[in-house]
């Protein structure tokens, strides 16, 4: 036990170290580069602030819940319930930023955030006519046909998912003069803090009739009356939560360049090319929660069997519920990256582009036991950033 606590306390020193360290080679950097301004610069907004939204397409598909009465029922020809649970496959999602750069420095301070969200909402109902009933003499069982007199098999699933993330920066770049075009437009390397949180949450409603069987037929339409014969029904349902959720903070570095396509710059609009890059380390914790309860019901009615003082209602009774909760500490590499066209003016900017952010094994996506899944966000964004001061 004290080996285990010894690792757990090493893993956290590592990571304070590297925040920390982080932290104060940027500040560190800045410090020392004051007096290090340029006189382009002047007459440049210090504060810039952005807003845009972005459609991403979300991958990463966790392991499907299956009660034992829906995998019977698809050996019988119904629809499997996986097929209800795949994730929405895209994200709708807002991002803000705010950067200050303080007169006279080369270096810029940000912080930004991301917000996305998807939902998907699915309902599917499905009868398989049966020709064939399972007849019973005692402790004999026989697959019988007939005429009349058969229940369908049945299904009808309700399914319910949403996710969520939202992703947090605070950094510290620094304009440098990279590359074929040190003489024209400057790059800029940022180190920085991020933070990121998943959420996904499942819902579900089951019920279903797998088994092949006889029900008997309801009435006899040649005396136009209701006479049930002996019949046998079963029901069965299912109503699973499933909730995942990853926490994660983690040092992170970036490197973003443009440059124009056309255009003078200065006064005039000017359209650029931009692109950039970054990757990070995050440290925090999966958590997984799953609740279901499922229950069944035979029940058998011979109105027959009476007449010779036997019973004449038979149920029996079929449960099966589970509380599964699990947690553990993970760490999370992130790597992403954006291609972009920028039209700027003096104080504002309108961007187009594609964006790119991979988290690795981010997500437990297993049912009874662990089972690491990525998180990653890939679609087409939209900006605009308006310049404030001089």
């Known amino acids: 036990m004290s080996e285990l606590i010894q690792a757990n306390d090493n893993r956290a020193t590592i990571r304070w170290k590297l925040l920390t360290g982080a932290s104060v080679l940027a500040l560190t950097a800045y410090v020392s580069s004051t007096a290090l301004a340029r006189a382009e610069d002047s007459g440049q907004p210090q504060v810039w602030i952005e807003l845009g939204g972005q459609l991403d397409r979300v991958s990463g598909q966790p392991e499907p819940f299956e009660p034992a009465f829906t995998i019977l029922g698809e050996q019988h020809g119904l629809l499997p319930v996986s097929s209800l649970q795949t994730p929405a496959r895209y994200s709708i999602g807002e991002n803000g930023s705010i950067s200050f750069r303080p007169e006279g420095s080369q270096w810029k301070f940000m912080a930004s955030v991301t917000y996305g969200r998807s939902s998907k909402n699915a309902h599917r109902h499905q009868e398989v006519p049966v020709s064939t009933y399972v007849k019973s003499f005692g402790t004999l069982h026989v697959l019988a046909h007939g005429r009349w007199g058969y229940v369908n098999q049945t299904a009808d699933y309700v ?122 380390l995050l440290f925090g914790r999966q958590k997984t929660k799953i609740q279901h309860h499922t229950t069944g019901t035979l029940y058998a009615l011979r109105p027959f069997d009476a007449l010779q003082g036997l019973p004449k209602y038979t149920q029996q009774h079929y449960v099966n519920a589970a509380r599964i909760e699990r947690s553990r500490n993970v760490t999370v590499p992130n790597v992403g990256g954006t291609a972009g066209l920028s039209l700027k003016f003096p104080n504002a900017k309108m961007s187009i582009g594609y964006k790119a952010d991979f988290f690795f094994d981010a997500i437990d996506g297993g049912i009874a036991t662990r089972k690491s899944e990525n998180r990653w966000f890939f679609g087409p964004f939209a900006s605009i950033s308006i310049g404030i001061g001089d």
Not at 195 to 204: G, S
């Open 159 to 280: 399914a319910s998912s949403s996710e969520r993330h939202t992703i947090v920066d605070f950094a510290v770049g620094k304009d440098v003069g990279l590359g074929l075009w040190k003489n024209t437009t400057p790059s800029q390397i940022t180190l920085g803090v991020r933070f990121a949180q998943f959420t996904a949450n499942t819902t579900m409603n089951l019920h279903g009739d797998p088994n092949p069987h006889r029900g008997g037929p309801k009435y006899i339409s040649a005396f136009h009356a209701t006479i049930p014969f002996n019949a046998y029904y079963q029901f069965y349902k299912a109503k699973p939560q499933i909730e995942r959720n990853f926490r994660g903070l983690g040092p992170s570095i970036s490197y973003n360049g443009s440059v124009p396509i056309a255009g003078s710059g200065g006064e005039d609009a000017e359209l650029t090319l931009d692109w950039g890059a970054n990757a990070g």
